[in-house]
């Protein structure tokens, strides 16, 4: 076997994985943080997408109330899924300003399906992508979150 350490436990050595084969690309398991297969809000498919987003979470008049920031995880045509260090509740409704590399912020609103904890703080918050009014305080807070 192999040698015993200090704490009682056994340490061996492994060989390092096979190569890829020839002509193989990189996958999204490649990147760090990033999920190897899409991952799944349910039934839907969605695919690892990582970027930085301001949350905030709408009232009862549907004015977004404090921002934090969070992280976008996964995305697919009708969900979103983000990691937050701030919880929220089922059923809530939040808006999120996306920002992109030399773009203006993407705005995407949606009703919150699940919020769990997940780890080190941190929540895993999956929302259900609803249209987002042409004007009003939502529009004008995405524009804030521009500047």
């Not at 009703?111 to 780890?119: G, L």
Request: with cysteine; charged share 25%; glycine share 8%.
């Amino acid at each position: 076997m192999g040698e015993s350490s200090d704490w009682g436990i056994e340490s061996t050595t492994t060989a390092a994985p096979p190569a890829p084969p020839k002509g193989a690309t990189a996958t999204h398991a490649d990147v760090p943080g990033m999920p190897a297969a899409p991952v799944s809000a349910g039934r839907t498919r969605l695919h690892p997408f990582n970027a930085e987003l301001d949350a905030a979470e709408l009232d009862e008049r549907w004015r977004p109330g404090a921002t934090w920031t969070a992280k976008a995880r996964g995305l697919g045509r009708s969900h979103l899924v983000m990691q937050s260090r701030r919880m929220t509740y089922v059923g809530r409704v939040i808006v999120a300003a996306v920002h992109l590399i030399d773009a203006e912020p993407v705005p995407l609103m949606g009703r919150v399906s699940v919020c769990e904890y997940e780890q080190e703080g941190l929540y895993r918050i999956e929302l259900e992508l609803l249209p987002i009014p042409e004007q009003g305080p939502i529009r004008e807070w995405v524009a804030s979150k521009g500047k």
